[in-house]
């Protein structure tokens, strides 16, 4: 847009300029949707433990960052470690695999063993929020309650940046945060071997299911392996929006949910 | 009056720790049941020591095992906990996070094994494993199962936790009122004839004390 538009109120000589042009067809069908995309040009930022350099399954990475939080100071920096807890490599392949041209950076906001701190989860999401990823893929989530508000705060602010946030619904039954928040694309599990098979779960919180259980991975060192878990499921819906928003870059967060949810596997999926 | 020692005193707590371990243990022994499993097992954090303690095991390799102790980052109980997240796998010899060293120490090496956490409230206190099930492949509806165990593993684990801390509040205490919590232990330990007249007894000195 050329000339700003006033955000409080739309005074009459402004109507002329918020005028928004996408062709919405008359049927929203997954041939419109992402047929012959490949996802190039999509920013995918991959929030986890690191993604290790040169996997086949995972290919380039535009770039290897790695957040620290020291006293009050936060640290964002190129990052040589790779993975330390194969995590963040098996969510990287997957959204390759559904996307094989989009960019994707690893944000490594967890060490070795799965193991890190809220504070620096924050800072993670914090920076790639505001570094304007088009997709960012959470396979993560936190029970501490005094992470959620600023958590939510966060998922918001992408939401009105036009970032999506796919993350995961927890495996178990406890209180976690983002994936309870209704600005982010939530994730569970699925059975079916399909990766293109996703469903619009009518009865939220988790709004979406996608291919998770016994998904082939890339983990480290090269190698793959089996895994089960909503951990797996997130990535295959990341790597959807990668591929819509690939073709659609003009669809903002809410558009593409509904997106989504029209292409769905038990809504308009296959059509 | 300590925070422990009023909840010692309201608990007559120190008989109730062996009972807070027969429910982790009944937790095993249905868990491997359900899942037709080949064991099962409760692992305890111990955070001060940053290890994890066999707390409750049923199955292979069971009667040696129990108060054994691991590195808190060992394996797949290890990720599970830090991860708190379960992990199910078809086939632990591929998987790089299995520490088959410590599995051999054990005397039992798994093929299969589902691990879940078990989450109270923001903490991860353990996790429940369960060994080389039978039947089909793992299905999300035996994910869901076993986080419903998982759940009532972390509310026996979290009540056997503060037992202990009673306890071990009660055995230190030099309170003037640690006598209380003995007093009120000593009376839920003895049989059901024998406590009457224990009662009886206290209420007559409450009687004279408030007097």
Redesign the interface.
């Known amino acids: 847009m050329s000339e700003a538009l006033p955000a409080w109120s739309l005074p009459a000589s402004a109507v002329d300029r918020i005028g928004i042009t996408i062709d919405w067809p008359d049927r929203v069908t997954r041939e419109w949707a992402w047929a012959g995309s490949t996802g190039a040009g999509v920013r995918v930022c991959i929030l986890d433990s690191g993604v290790e350099p040169d996997h086949p399954r995972v290919g380039p990475l535009a770039r290897s960052l790695v957040v620290t939080v020291r006293g009050d100071e936060v640290f964002v920096d190129e990052d040589a470690e790779g993975d330390l807890a194969?995590?963040g490599t098996a969510c990287a392949g997957i959204v390759r695999s559904l996307a094989p041209d989009c960019e994707l950076t690893s944000v490594r906001v967890l060490g070795a063993?799965?193991?890190g701190s809220g504070r620096v989860l924050l800072e993670g999401l914090r920076w790639a929020v505001t570094e304007g990823f088009d997709v960012i893929n959470m396979s993560l989530s936190t029970?501490?309650?005094e992470f959620a508000s600023v958590l939510h705060e966060l998922a918001d602010a992408a939401y009105f940046r036009r970032t999506v946030l796919v993350a995961s619904a927890?495996?178990?039954?406890?209180e976690s945060f983002p994936w309870r928040f209704s600005s982010v694309v939530s994730v569970g599990?699925?059975?079916l071997p399909d990766p293109l098979a996703f469903f619009a779960n009518p009865s939220p919180p988790v709004e979406f299911y996608a291919r998770?259980?016994?998904v082939e991975v890339a983990?480290?060192?090269g190698?793959t392996?089996?895994?089960?878990?909503n951990?797996f499921a997130t990535p295959h819906l990341s790597g959807i929006c990668a591929l819509v928003l690939a073709k659609h870059p003009e669809l903002a967060p809410f558009q593409l949910k509904n997106v989504l949810y029209l292409t769905a596997t038990n809504v308009g999926g296959g059509l | 009056m300590s925070e422990e020692l009023r909840a010692a005193a309201a608990a007559g707590v120190l008989s109730v720790e062996q009972g807070y371990r027969t429910l982790l243990q009944a937790i095993v022994e249905v868990a491997r049941a359900i899942f037709g499993a080949r064991a099962s097992s409760i692992f305890l954090l111990d955070e001060e020591a940053d290890e994890l303690v066999f707390e409750a095991v049923t199955g292979e390799g069971s009667e040696s095992l129990l108060g054994t102790r691991l590195p808190s980052?060992t394996g797949i109980a290890?990720?599970v906990l830090?991860?708190?997240?379960?992990?199910?796998?078809?086939?632990v010899s591929?998987?790089?996070?299995f520490a088959r060293d410590v599995a051999e120490q054990t005397g039992y090496v798994p093929d299969r094994l589902m691990a879940?956490?078990l989450?109270h409230e923001?903490r991860a206190l353990g996790v429940l494993q369960v060994l080389d099930r039978t039947g089909e492949?793992?299905?999300?509806e035996e994910?869901e199962l076993l986080?419903?165990f998982?759940?009532q593993a972390a509310v026996a684990l979290d009540l056997l936790q503060r037992a202990r801390r009673a306890r071990a509040a009660l055995d230190g205490a030099d309170d003037e009122l640690a006598v209380v919590a003995r007093l009120a232990a000593a009376v839920d330990a003895r049989a059901e004839g024998d406590r009457e007249a224990a009662l009886a007894l206290l209420s007559a000195l409450e009687r004279v004390l408030r007097a």
């Open positions: 194969g995590h063993g799965f193991t029970t501490k309650k927890h495996n178990m039954p406890v599990s699925h059975e998770g259980m016994d983990w480290l060192g190698a392996i089996r895994s089960t878990g951990s | 980052s290890g990720w830090s991860a708190r997240t379960p992990l199910v796998l078809d086939d591929q998987d790089p996070r879940v956490p989450l923001e492949r793992f299905s999300l994910m986080g419903l998982a759940a």
